[in-house]
């Protein structure tokens, strides 16, 4: 039928879900898995194992794409400039994508651009950072610049001791105050390389740990002109970077208004809800940009939808009979499973409740995550 | 994750959509498709290329799965009878496919319950026609009893003549009173094993040379008790058959009430509309009646939910560069399409609208699914 091919490097639940929305628009996405095991491998006709950071693997992958986009962050920036020179059109562009891959890069692009970021300072010794304590005091966070996720290369130290064994680790670091936050919120949004942009309503995201647990939206109690500012900061950045595909932008909200906490330029978690709570999903949208398409409506479909993210337990306890116990109590809830090993902490599924009682909704959430995880029921 | 492997035979679209919704639930559908271009085969992972009506083929494919569906009717009855003698569970199961596969079958059964059908009787010869055109008059419907779908297999004749020319055919007939009827409705249903049974709403089917080019759900004006009363006939109908899975019923509204025109029992081009219109889709449904899960929730999720069939034209026109037009135009239209070459007449995706006004929801399905047909705009 003349229709392009996308592909996506990364064979996790990103691109898995990714492929689920690639169906409705007549395509089968093309992934670039590290094993056939992977989660959108299993479920992908057009599958390559291979490694993202061989150039000669990407290059092979690439072959036939009309454009190549990303479930992560991790294929080397030098490896996309040399494709680029090749001629393959990478979505988002490697000059877009440095800002999602070196937190320096970010911070200082965000702070050249006036966009309220928390102080922060690259640091390299115990030293540098003992001078930075001295503008922001204790405890201060120390981040990985590159390669972090879910909590893992952050680390909040509470002195010279603690960060002088972060810094012996050896890793790229910036460190950054730590904000004093009421909560954190997500304003995602979508960017076509004709320029269109799309956001939608702005989220309250729940942590534990340093993963998100629980996506709401919209963010409850957000002020209109508050969700305004963000989602305009979020398109704004878009632009400035000229990213093509999804951008979400974690945000702190403080005493003092907002403040940028990381970027992902790819289908986030922070946006899940949207498969069944926006009239476009964000993994359509994230097609639909990267395929220089007009992008989708992004009007919620209920007036709350919670998500709740399933969280790998202890053992992988027996989920066709747990299923068969959560969709006996609540038929209108959402399950998605990732086909991924059970580990602990391990991000497996989410579920997603929609409808007019956001107390209602949040605890159904809350109830059949918790329930698939541990095969109990929690307590009201 | 000792999730189950389910078994689709056939790679059509609704096998595609299946494997969509399979995603979500942790699975991935396992197509026995008769090409490697099969609409399915396209985007699973576990695609077997054979031959539906070997019991060989079907043998091997079953190896492993569950339970083993159908996106058709087409494999003979006699080897599902043979593969559940070897103990395979296939669902719907052989003595419910019957109703499917053989009219005759299926209107005496139904006559028998008491369900309304149109005055019929199995003919021939041209004697047994011109005796039943006595009853009931001429013009009459001649079927085929085995075999058809989309309005083949089924003829308006209007004399001794036109009856002649069907029944030198040789194909197996049935006779029916051609009904007076003032439209036609669908009512679509679940059952799983353990015997539990959910409806959604009922809703008007609008047809074009005998195939379905429009869905409005719910059916425009229909009363409640006769809504009623057309979901509690699926549902009786389910259980007397004791199918497994999605049952489609559709029906001819008459002056005197309703009349059973067909049966379907599997997904069904009546409730694709499901995807974006219903808390659970049907194929979604399918799943979980076939897993013997508890069924999910039917509720509409707008007022107003249209579907329309995308109908292939002469060519295959620039489907990307009416992607693109169609998008602009209407962002919050949801496209699917099947990934099959176009044929004229052949049904190679649709799309749905949603919202608060039911002529505004119409004039956009349809005006969505001409131009992607046809690269022009409906006058208004």
Known sequence: MGLPVVGMVGGGQLSRMTHQAAIALGLSLKVLADATHDSAALVANGVTVGDHTSLDDLRAFSEGCEVVTFDHEHVPNGLLEALEAEGLRIAPGSAALRHAQDKIVMRERLAALGIPVPPFTPVATVRDVEGFAKHVGWPLV?????????????????????????????????????????????????????????????????????????????????????????????????????????????????????????????????AHWTIEGARTSQFEQHLRAVLDYPLGATTQ????????????GDDDGDLDRRLHMLFGRDPALKVHLYGKVVKPGRKIGHVTALGDDLDDVRRRAQVGAHYLRTGTWLED
Chains 1, 2 share one sequence.
């Open 301 to 312: 479909t209920a007036p709350w939808v919670v998500m709740a993210n399933m969280l790998g």
């Open 142 to 270: 120390l981040k990985a610049a590159t390669g972090g996720y879910d909590g893992k290369g952050v680390w909040v130290v509470h002195d010279v001791e603690q960060a002088a064994e972060v810094v012996a680790s050896g890793v790229r670091l910036v460190a950054e105050q730590l904000v004093p936050l009421r909560r954190e919120l997500a304003a995602v949004v979508a960017r076509s390389p004709y320029g269109q942009g799309a956001a939608w309503p702005v989220v309250e995201t729940v942590q534990a740990d340093g993963i998100c647990v629980e996506v709401l939206a919209p963010a409850p109690g957000l002020s209109e002109e508050r969700a305004l500012e963000a989602q305009s900061l979020a398109l704004r950045l878009a632009d400035a970077l000229e990213v093509v595909g999804v951008l979400a932008v974690e945000l702190f909200e403080t005493a003092d208004g907002l403040v940028v906490n990381e970027l992902a330029m790819r289908p986030h978690n922070s």
